[in-house]
Structure formats: C-alpha cells, structure tokens
C-alpha cells in the first residue's frame, strides 16, 4: 500500500524568499516520486520525478527536491520564489497516488 | 513535449442525461489511459486505467456502469457519465501514457455541472 502526505495544504511568501513545500510518503518498496503543479484551468505539468537515481532531483522552473529515505520525505523547494509560481502542487507516489496538494501563494 | 487533449473544456447538464467527455493524445500513442476526477479544492481520485482495446479497470467505488469508459484507439479514449446526477458534478481530468508505468502527461480538464 502507498500513501503521500502534504503538509501543508497552504504556503504563502513574499517574492524573491526561498519556497518549501513539505511531501511525506509510505511505500512498501522503493517508489517513484513525482512532483507536479496545475495552475488553474490548465493541466498538471511535470515539474520533476525521482526514480532512484540521484537523490536530489533538479526540475524546471529552478524548482528541486531532494529524496530522504531515512525521513521518507520528498520536500519541493526553489530559492527565490516568482510571482508566477502561484499555483497548486501535488507530489505523487508512483504515478497514481496523489497527495492532498498544496496551494502556493505569492505575494509581491 | 506531448500534448493531451479534452473536450469539452466545460459542459453543462441537465439530470438524467449522459455526457461523453473525449482525451485525445496529439502527438504520440498513448496505450494507456487514465480517468480521475478532482473536487473543488481537493486533490486527484483515480477513477480508472484503460488499456487500449481492452476494459477498463475501475478503482474501489466508482461504478462501472455510471462511468462508462472506452480506450477504441491509441490516441482517444472516453468517459460517458450516464444519468448524471448534481453529485456527479466535478473536474474530470485525463491522462495518458505510454505503457502502465510510463510518464503521464495530462489534459487540461473537463469542468461538468449538473443542473
């Protein structure tokens, strides 16, 4: 059985400050994890994915995470928040278990 | 990158009707498919996963025959939601990929009210 906890269901900071978006999963084997994010009316894009490789995981938009087996953890973070990073984020286990998402927002 | 189409991007319906929702992938193959639906502030459900020319296969709750869903061709698959009710009211969202475990690229979403 899997399962994926966002933290938080809210973030909110000030443009330019660093971003941290907390994702905790269970998994009875070594999953694969995903990071994606839905802007409103649009679909979900990749932001990045963990498949045991390297366990800090670069992705787009300057976004990165890092896979801590230890602390089955698999926190999102960016140095400097953008305006246009609002949006929401969901992290996934294995492609078909979502977390509850966390919506960023943005202030200027 | 790949591109995956909904349509309609919103419907409105009147209860006791069906509705049929299309997901398209544009520019590659998709042999599997996946329908979820998402409530208003809340995250994704699975509802489904179609293999192309075979049957669904349904997650725990969601009834087969009120969500009918048929994968024809490699590149559409359809939800038809049959006598919609008001409850049914929600964000339908697709996804397809290339083989169960491959990456999912998403559509954009099909918004349906129930009146």
């Known amino acids: 059985a899997q399962s994926v906890t966002q933290l938080d269901s809210h973030v909110s900071v000030s443009e330019g400050t660093p971003v941290l978006l907390r994702c905790n999963y269970s998994s009875s084997y070594s999953p694969s994890l995903f990071w994606y994010v839905q802007h409103p009316n649009k679909g979900l894009q990749l932001l990045l994915k963990y498949t045991s490789a390297a366990t800090l995981v670069k992705g787009i938009n300057g976004f990165e995470a890092e896979f801590k087996k230890s602390e089955t953890s698999f926190h999102l973070t960016k140095p400097s928040a953008h305006m246009s990073d609002a949006a929401e984020y969901f992290c996934?286990?294995?492609?078909?278990?979502f977390g509850g998402g966390t919506r960023l927002m943005v202030k200027p | 990158g790949a591109v995956v189409s909904q349509h309609p991007s919103w419907v409105i319906c009147k209860s006791g009707t069906s509705v049929k929702i299309e997901c398209r992938s544009l520019d590659f193959q998709a042999t599997t498919m996946f329908w979820y639906r998402q409530f208003p502030k809340q995250s994704l459900m699975l509802m489904a996963t179609?293999?192309?020319?075979?049957?669904?296969?349904?997650e725990q709750g969601v009834e087969k025959d009120k969500f009918l869903i048929n994968h024809a061709s490699l590149t559409l698959s359809t939800l038809t939601v049959t006598s919609a009710h008001p409850e049914d009211s929600s964000f339908y969202i697709c996804s397809a990929s290339q083989g169960a475990l491959g990456e999912q690229y998403f559509g954009p979403g099909t918004r349906l009210t129930v009146t």
């Open positions: 179609s293999n192309e020319g075979s049957k669904a296969t349904y």
């Open positions: 996934v286990v294995s492609m078909l278990t």
